[in-house]
Nanobody, 123 residues
Framework: QVQLVESGGGLVQAGGSLRLSCAAS????????MGWFRQAPGKEREFVAA????????RYTDSVKGRFTISRDNAKNTVYLQMNSLKPEDTAVYYC????????????????WGQGTQVTVSS
């Protein structure tokens, strides 16, 4: 059984920053890729960023490149999403996800999911 618990969401003004954390338990954390996804009201869940097991490979959706940074600390079983220069369109519930192998950007290919954390960016 794998548990993923997100934290760090909140309300921030446009241009501000937040750092999301995702603590994993129940498996060998360092084995596979981790990802962040988000879902805005009335929209489908979308890929945001992903990182490989060794942190040597990262992927980002185009809309967050240069503003968001994904990282992981395998010793702490934690993955992070540093979000800078936030925009109102970044408002969504952010989900952490895990899979046992390589980095992918497709929602359906992740095996484990957290409950999500709300990020609201005011204009």
């Amino acid at each position: 059984q794998v548990q993923l618990v997100e934290s760090g969401g909140g309300l921030v003004q446009a241009g501000g920053s937040l750092r999301l954390s995702c603590a994993a338990s129940g498996r060998t954390f360092s084995r596979g890729a981790m990802g962040w996804f988000r879902q805005a009201p009335g929209k489908e869940r979308e890929f945001v960023a992903a990182i490989s097991a060794s942190a040597g490979n990262t992927r980002y959706t185009d809309s967050v490149k240069g503003r968001f940074t994904i990282s992981r600390d395998n010793a702490k079983n934690t993955v992070y999403l540093q979000m800078n220069s936030l925009k109102p369109e970044d408002t969504a519930v952010y989900y952490c996800a895990a899979r046992n192998t390589a980095v992918v950007t497709t929602t359906a290919r992740y095996d484990y999911w957290g409950q999500g954390t709300q990020v609201t960016v005011s204009s």
